[in-house]
Each structure stands twice: as structure tokens, then as C-alpha cells.
């Protein structure tokens, strides 16, 4: 029986490990992770990560070839394959500070696995590392030269949360890269074989190295700049009495361009985009690359741009104030169907109207308030770090409230901000809402979810992103 053991039950590491478990039943998987409320989480009815499909794949594996633990020393030794899914987040000091990847949780990983090792074992990167980590890891693996042949794999992970599970089972492809070596494509089919239980053959991409790893940061930089191309339009359209869903739906219909990934937003957020981004930009530089540097680099300026022109908007539009007003903020997870607030455009929102000194209320189906006091109260960066994952204290931010419920956060409120495009956002009663609110009533849909001419009906004033403006908001120009 293979025995594949994944180091980081993240994000990653745990749909990932469960899809290959319930795929290949007979390969025994384990999952370990250094923080132990995690895994006991694993362990439990209450997984740590919202995902829908996730609960339903664990309880078919666990306990039978799927275990969560933190023995992690013990299982690394007995496996055949170890996967690394550890965080790569970016670098809060020193060199590349802001914009390099960390790599401390992998390199402590990989002299782990160098330790513990007694057997030949393949190693792969499911972490999305700098191109060239694979040499660095291969130099740790085998510095102390203990006789036991070690193969790096880069094996780029490319769900995206909220669709895991639906995204494991039937992925668009799967990239393995390897050395060009006799032993290096010998471990890119043993790889193959676990991933061909279920994904068809073609759909499984080898190349070198580099290759790989390079790959995944090119992906998430692609639909990165995809968004942000649309977000640029969206205030063109503004400006203009353009639509931008008109305008993308056109656009996407030439095949060449495609229609996905083409909705304007309040901004892209999630753990990765932004971070890969400034990793791509930092390799860039390191090579002398300045203008390609430059040009990725512009794709999170217009991200933060449209996240600010978006709190100004609300200001503007309020008179040029918030001060001691209530907003509501419906939504603070980055996506909908995910209880993932990393890099959450919301954190921006929320801090740019505190920092206009609005009262917010803030309510998500999936989002405690533990995690949105602890959002509002870290600095850039500082989330990514494990010593976050473990619960702690933060002070609460005192303008701040967090509610259960999208009524009673919009109780009172001269605003609504609408920051993730949550499903049963589209069927609240707003005339219920409007009747519980300050007069003139606002909402700002930073998600395109409501439907802006009925909520005009009732009387709202409402703001869509990249959509015609209407006669108060046009009065009350935004400044970017
Ligand atoms: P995560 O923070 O959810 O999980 C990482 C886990 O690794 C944590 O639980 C942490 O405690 C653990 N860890 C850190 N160092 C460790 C060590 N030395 N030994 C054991 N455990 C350790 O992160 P994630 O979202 O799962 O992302 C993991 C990697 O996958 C990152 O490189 C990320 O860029 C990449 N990725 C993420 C996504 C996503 O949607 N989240 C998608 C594709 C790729
Ligand atoms: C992303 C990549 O899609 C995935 O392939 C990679 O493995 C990890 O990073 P994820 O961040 O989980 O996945 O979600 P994704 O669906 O890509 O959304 C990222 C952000 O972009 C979200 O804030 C989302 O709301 C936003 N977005 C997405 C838009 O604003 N408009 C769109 O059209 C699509």
C-alpha cells in the first residue's frame, strides 16, 4: 500500500489529501500540521474550513485511509510521497520585504523531512513556491547525505475555495514537473498513477521543473490581471454610462477571451492573488526584469484602486461623511461559499470607513467574530503566519460590531455595503430594510448581486459597481 503523507492541513493539504483518499482507496493518506487545534478540528464534526462538499468526502475516508494528526515526525518517515502544502506567505521583514516569498514553514518542513527520513521518498511541492525552490529543497533534502534518494516534484495546486471539492474531482488539468532524469520521471509516474484513479490521462500535464513551478504563478497572475482589466473598465463605465456586465458580456463572447472570471468587484481578494503577484514581481526584479516587474506590479495598484475608489464612493456619496453614520457590511469573506476572510477586500473597506470614523455592522453567514476583530486589527501581511492561526485575544475595534443576521445589521444603518456576493444577499426583503433605515437609505453593491432598479423603486439610492450612476450619485462625484 502506497502511503502518502501531506505536511500543512490548510486550505489545501485537507480537500486536497481528502479527493485523493476517497479516490484511491486503497493508498493510505495522512494529514499533519504542527497546530493542534487544527487538527483536532479535522478530527471532529466541525471541520476548520467551510467548503461545500468537503464534510461529505471526510466522513466517507476518515479513520479508514484518511487520518488527521500531529505526530508529524513519524508519518513523514513512514511515507512513500510527502506532500508540502505549508503557507508561503509574503515576507513581512528584511530582504524582499512586502513582496518575497517566506519560505521559513517550507524550509523548516524540508529539514524535517531530512531528518526523519530512514526510506527513498518523493517529495512535492503543493505549496506555490518561487520558481527554483525545487533546487533549494533538493540542497536541504540532501545535505546531510544519508544515503536515501530523495526526488523533488512540483505539484502546483489549482482549486479555487469555495468550488474545492467540485475543483478535485474534475480539475482542468493537473501539472506535474519533474527532473529530467531517469529517477525524476520515474517519481513524475508514480505521481501520475495516484492522480489517474480519476483524472483522465491527458488531462495530466508533465514538464521540467521550473516549468511547474513558474506555471502556477503565471495562472493566478492571468486571472489576477483578468479582474483588474475588468475593474479598470468598470470605472470607465461609470464615467461614461457604460455597462460593465454589458461590456464584459461582449467582450467574453469572442472566443479567444472567453466569458469567465469577468465579474467587476469591489477588488479580488483570497490568499493568493495578491501574494503570488508580489512574489512574480520580486523574481522579476531579481533578474534584472524591471519592466515586466513594472507591468504585473500595476495589476494590484488598480486591485487597491478600485478598493479605495469604492470607500470614497461611499463617502462622497454621503454627503463627505461618515462620521458616527452606521454602515452595515453585508458579507466580509473574500468569496462566497467560504468562510476564508484572508485578504478580504472587506478588511479595506471596513478600515477606510473607520478611518472616516463610520460605526459598522457587519454581518457574513460563515465569518465569526473572533476572525473579523482579528482581520481588522493585524497589519498587512502579519495573517499568514502561523503564530495567527492560533486562537488569541485581539482588542476589538470599538467602531466595530459583528451581528448574526443581515436585519439587524442594517437596523438603523444610513448604508449598506454590499462585499461578498453571498446567494441569500439576493433574496433579502428590502423593503423591510428600507423601513428600518435612516433617511436617504444607501446601498453600495460592490458584487453587482441586487437588483439596482427594483431597490430604486423602494426608494433606495443605490451604487453598482461599473453600472450607469444615478442622478445623486452623479451630483456627488467620487474622487479617486
Ligand atoms: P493554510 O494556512 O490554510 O495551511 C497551511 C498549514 O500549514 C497551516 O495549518 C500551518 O499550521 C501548517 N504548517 C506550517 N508550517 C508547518 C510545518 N513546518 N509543519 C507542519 N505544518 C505546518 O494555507 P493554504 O491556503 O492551505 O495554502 C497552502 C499553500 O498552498 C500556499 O503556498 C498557498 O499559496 C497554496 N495554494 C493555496 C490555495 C488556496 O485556495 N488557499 C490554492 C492553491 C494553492
Ligand atoms: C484562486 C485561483 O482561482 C485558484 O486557481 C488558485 O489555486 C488559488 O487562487 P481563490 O482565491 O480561492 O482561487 O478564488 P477565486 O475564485 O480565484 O477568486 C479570487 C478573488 O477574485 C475573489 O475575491 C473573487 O471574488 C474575485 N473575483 C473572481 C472577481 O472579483 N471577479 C471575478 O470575475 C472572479
Redesign the pocket.
Known sequence: MVKICC???????GPTMAVIALKCPKVQVSV????TP?ITAWNSEHLPIYEPGLDDVVKQCRGKNLFFSND?EKLVAEADIVFV????PTKTQGLGAGKAADLT?WE??AR?IADVSKSDKIVVE????PVKTAEAIERILTHNNKGINFQILSN??????GT?IQDLFNPDRVLIGGRETPGGQKAIATLRDVYAHWVPVEKIICTNLWSAELSKLAANAFLAQRISSVNAMSALCEATGADVTQVSHAVGKDTRIGPKFLNASVGFG???FQ??ILNLVYICECHGLAEVANYWKQVIKINDYQKTRFVNRIVSSMFNTVSGKKIAILGFAFKKDTGDTRETPAIDVCKGLIGDKAKISIYDPQVQEEQITRDLSLKKFDW?H?AH?QPMNPTSVKEVTCVRDAYEATKGAHGICILTEWDAFKSLDYQKIFDGMEKPAFVFDGRNVVDAEKLRKIGFIVYAIGKPLDAWLKDMPAVA
Open positions: 505536511i500543512g492541513a490548510g486550505y489545501v493539504g499533519v500540521d504542527i497546530s487544527r508529524v502544502s505549508v503557507n508561503t514553514y523548516s518542513a524535517m503543493k505549496s506555490t513556491v502546483p495546486e489549482f482549486l479555487a475555495e474545492a483570497g490568499s493568493c501574494k503570488d499568514d502561523p492561526l
